[in-house]
């Protein structure tokens, strides 16, 4: 895999993602994903379960491109609670490394008023880097 973490000198090192990440080969998008089963029906109204199948729908989407989790540069995480999702961190700290093993690319995390599908907690959009020689 060409990729490189970005870890300013000096900097004192991020806990579960990278300041940045240098990568090469062909960019995968993946739309936001919610915690929804195929039939998009929400799996639970708890915040980690659909966060854990929002990440289990990015790696369907990435796998059906022949791209992996460890392949994902980028994570931006909609959230509409602060308040639930640290207080949930550890529990999701547990259920991304489930999924996702110790690969911590560059994420962004934001607090919105609502998401667009009701009852949703958390959508999650991923940007991946497919290394050429998997193309």
């Not at 799996?43 to 790696?59: C, E, H, K, P, T």
């Not at 547990?94 to 607090?111: D, K, L, N, S, W």
Request: hydrophobic share 50%; aromatic share 8%; glycine share 8%.
């Amino acid at each position: 895999m060409i990729q490189k973490v970005l870890q300013p000198e000096g900097w004192s090192r991020p806990s579960g993602y990278a300041n940045g990440i240098a990568a090469s080969g062909k960019m995968v998008f993946v739309s936001g994903m919610i915690g929804w089963d195929q039939q998009q029906q929400l799996v639970s109204d708890d915040f980690v379960m659909q966060a854990r199948q929002a990440l289990l729908n990015i790696v369907a989407v990435l796998e059906s491109d022949g791209a992996l989790p460890a392949h994902v540069v980028r994570l931006t995480w909609y959230v509409t609670d602060k308040a639930e999702y640290l207080a949930q961190r550890k529990a999701l700290g547990q259920a991304y490394r489930e999924i996702f093993g110790m690969h911590f690319p560059a994420m962004t995390a934001v607090q919105v008023a609502a998401l667009m599908e009701d009852g949703a907690k958390v959508e999650i959009e991923a940007t991946a880097v497919i290394p050429l020689c998997n193309v």
